[in-house]
């Protein structure tokens, strides 16, 4: 089992739906969460954090976390073109961030 | 506030050649983490300084190694190059606390022929 599970996708959207991303981990000591958004040959870039269990909101993206169930997830509201990227969720069990294979999102206008 | 600085953006060595990549972090920033991206394994932990100190290592051979400065700049060597080793490595930092966000740079993409 890997320590962080995403589906690869892609994920096709239309433009101004709502994309729903989900990622599983297995160290239940995890204690943060992230999300990157990686355009093609990019690095990845920081879009949400996310420490304790519940929704966190921002602009138009949502991180959900339940570790009683060991899974976080990403919404992301009224997806436009520029959101066309893979997701990477990362988990930091102590001091090393482990990631997804991430999940390739596809907005079509 | 500038962001995580690696220089050279691209490379390209030849087998059995040694190379050296650096990382500036962002100013008050005092880990620095690397990692090899590759189309068939993902992001993978090479390994973290703090204070001119590993404190994490990843599944890698030894031909991997780091080091850090005191003004936390990073430099991670690679040596014997081999064909497997072309890859996207990114450099990130992140603040003193563990489990702090971690804010990558642009990477140096190494091809190996």
């Known amino acids: 089992q890997k320590e962080v599970e995403q589906n690869s996708g892609p994920l096709s959207v239309p433009e101004g739906a709502i994309a729903s991303l989900n990622c599983t981990y297995s160290d239940r000591g995890s204690q943060s969460f992230f999300w990157y958004r990686q355009y093609s040959g990019k690095s990845p870039e920081l879009i949400m954090s996310?420490?304790?269990?519940g929704d966190k909101e921002d602009g138009r993206f949502t991180a959900q976390l339940n570790k009683a169930s060991q899974y976080v997830s990403l919404l992301i509201r009224d997806s436009q073109p520029s959101d066309s990227a893979t997701y990477l969720c990362?988990?930091?069990?102590?001091?090393?961030?482990?990631f997804g294979g991430g999940t390739r999102v596809l907005v079509k206008p | 506030k500038a962001g995580v600085t690696q220089t050279p953006r691209y490379l390209i060595k030849t087998r059995g050649q040694q190379v050296t990549l650096s990382c500036s972090p962002i100013s008050g920033h005092r880990s620095v983490s690397w990692y090899q991206q590759t189309p068939g394994q993902g992001l993978q932990f090479l390994f973290e300084y703090f204070s001119e100190t590993q404190r994490n290592k990843g599944n890698f051979p030894g031909r991997f190694s780091g080091r850090q400065f005191s003004n936390s700049r990073s430099e991670m060597n690679v040596s014997t190059l081999e064909l497997g080793d072309s890859a996207l490595y990114l450099c990130?930092?992140?603040?003193?606390?563990?489990?702090?966000?971690?804010?990558f740079g642009q990477g140096t993409r190494l091809t190996v022929v």
């Open positions: 996310i420490y304790s269990n």
């Open positions: 990130a930092s992140s603040l003193v606390r563990e489990n702090t966000e971690a804010f």
């Open positions: 990362a988990v930091n069990p102590v001091r090393k961030l482990t």
